[in-house]
Nanobody, 115 residues
Framework: QVQLVESGGGLVQPGGSLRLSCTAS????????MGWYRRAPGKQRELVAT???????NYADSVKGRFIISRDNAKNTVALQMNSLKPEDTAVYYC?????????WGQGTQVTVSS
């Protein structure tokens, strides 16, 4: 079995920064794309950022220039550095990865941006 475990959420003031991290554990043979999605209250889940095995990132327009995604293939981890946070970034953030050719999701971590 495979598990994605996130960490790093919390409460931050507007303009602040947070770093999310996610690690894949279990019987991992192969990991393709990894990334982050989020679901804000009353809204559908949306893509935040993804990154290929080779390190090519893809960002939602709403976070370009503020968020940075990275991964460590040796450690099966993906991270999201979130800077200049805005109240509209408040959401549950979910780690995503294609592991052993199947979609996997983390349990989600709450990020709240508020003064």
């Amino acid at each position: 079995q495979v598990q994605l475990v996130e960490s790093g959420g919390g409460l931050v003031q507007p303009g602040g920064s947070l770093r999310l991290s996610c690690t894949a554990s279990g019987t991992v043979f192969n990991i393709d794309d990894m990334g982050w999605y989020r679901r804000a209250p009353g809204k559908q889940r949306e893509l935040v950022a993804t990154i290929t095995t080779g390190g090519s990132p893809n960002y939602a327009d709403s976070v370009k220039g503020r968020f940075i995604i990275s991964r460590d293939n040796a450690k099966n981890t993906v991270a999201l550095q979130m800077n200049s946070l805005k109240p509209e970034d408040t959401a549950v953030y979910y780690c995503y990865a294609i592991i052993n050719f199947l979609d996997d999701w983390g349990q989600g971590t709450q990020v709240t941006v508020s003064s």
